[in-house]
């Protein structure tokens, strides 16, 4: 089999991580209360709700998106906003553990597949000359221990590195049991790491994947990590910075609750400066163990998302998010709204005085947009609400809660119908 089969092999059976993407629900499982894709653009495009999307391709090649889609390339967002062509893919496709909602989980029976580092390096390096992939997010099954094969990632990414002079995007993934020195080396080659929770704690862990240890194999590398960054910033990772941290959850494949997702996401974000946390909703896999449960509702995935956001960028704490007594975040209002209708559907926010912290809570405004209202603001008094919406606030969402120049900005909403 060539590089090029394997990698269609890999792909053929991986459920793509988001990883660097997502992708909003679409229209078609819209929420009840009826969010527009061209909302949902919004959205992504203030932060609020949801991160950048996977979406345009942004350079033709002579390849079909249909033949890259099955070599494992997808679109992504990176962190700065810009989007690339990312290779997705596993240095191997065998794995010894047995995950409960895994294509790749021991026992399951299709043809697997394994790469040398050096053959991957090469692999990759050709579609990257091709224009075919710009960036590439490695992850692996395990075989021999987590150690073993984080030797083979680091291997990897040291032949593009250092044989091959790569200088692009590199996600490396860290595997349960890689040993504190494997991070470090890891660390000095990547842009970005991740290692996958998969469960909020240790007792949904297990009833996801029994032979992954919470703390001490996916919580201490995240914490390693942090140490290194912290303890030593003189000694940078390959362009002069160190990598940044991600994780990924199962969300609806253990019963958890939105409110331990996001317990343990804002600790983390506090504790261990990740960057952010992926929320995957469950999908049944079959010849798994969990074939025959329902797959999640992607808006909870959607909502979970939103709530992130305005945990880590919007300044709002856990405790002010609406939860049910079950402790799930309400599918059909957006959380930002939910906690607006109560706070400020009584106490609109004056555009003209109100401080950064106090802007960045009204539905439809974003951080990008705060900066543009707090300038405008210095050259001159904002008496209109066509002069927000050329500053990029989403009128319909943000009048409510607004008094431009003392006015109840709901009032203006009319012109703009
Ligand atoms: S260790 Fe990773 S590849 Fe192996 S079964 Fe678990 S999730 Fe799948």
């Known amino acids: 089999m060539d590089a090029g089969d394997k990698l269609k092999s890999v792909s053929e059976h991986m459920v793509l991580e988001a990883a660097e993407d997502y992708t909003p629900p679409s229209a078609a499982q819209r929420a009840p209360c009826g969010f527009s894709p061209d909302e949902l653009k919004h959205f992504a495009r203030d932060g609020a709700a949801g991160a950048a999307s996977a979406t345009a391709p942004p350079k033709r090649t002579s390849l ?50 394994t790469f040398k580092p050096d053959e991957m390096a090469r692999a990759f390096l050709e579609l990257q000359r091709a224009r075919i992939a710009e960036g590439m997010f490695l992850s692996s099954g395990i075989i021999g221990g987590g150690a073993r094969i984080q030797d083979q990632l ?58 992954k240890v919470f703390t001490e194999e996916l919580v201490q590398p995240l914490r390693w990590v942090e140490e290194v960054r912290r303890t030593q910033p003189a000694r940078l990772g390959w362009n002069g910075r160190w990598p940044s941290t991600t994780t990924q959850f199962v969300v609806g494949g253990a019963d958890e609750t939105d409110l331990e997702l996001l317990s343990t996401t804002e600790s983390l974000h506090r504790q261990v400066r990740l960057s952010r946390a992926y929320f995957s909703a469950f999908h049944p896999v079959s010849d798994t163990p969990l074939e025959n449960r329902p797959a999640e509702n992607p808006w909870r995935e959607f909502r979970l998302y939103q709530s992130s956001f305005l945990l880590r960028d919007y300044g709002f704490d856990l405790e002010e998010l609406q939860f049910s007594r079950e402790g799930n975040l309400p599918l059909e209002v957006d959380p930002k709204i939910a906690w607006a209708r109560i706070n400020l559907a009584d106490a609109p926010v004056e555009v003209n005085r109100a401080d950064r912290q106090a802007l960045l809570r009204v539905p439809g405004i974003g951080p990008k947009t705060v900066d543009a209202v707090l300038a405008a603001r210095r050259r001159g008094r904002l008496l209109h609400m066509n002069e927000l919406k050329a500053l990029g606030v989403i009128v319909k969402r943000a009048a409510p809660y607004l008094l431009v120049d003392g006015r109840q900005a709901a009032r203006q909403l009319s012109l703009f119908d």
Not at 176 to 201: F, H, K, T
């Open 64 to 113: 079909s998106e249909e033949k890259k889609s099955a070599l494992g390339v997808t679109y992504a967002a990176m962190p700065g906003g810009k989007r690339i062509a990312l290779l997705k893919t596993l240095l191997t496709s065998a794995c010894e553990r047995d995950c409960y909602y895994c294509p790749f989980r021991a026992g399951r029976d299709f043809r697997r597949v």
């Open 154 to 211: 680091i291997a990897t990414a040291e032949v593009l590195r250092l044989k091959l002079g790569y200088r692009g995007y590199l996600h490396l993934k860290i595997m349960p049991g890689a040993e504190r020195a494997q991070v470090e080396r890891a660390m000095q080659l990547a842009d970005r790491l991740s290692i996958n929770l998969e469960a909020p704690n240790s007792s949904r862990l297990a009833r996801l994947a029994p032979h």
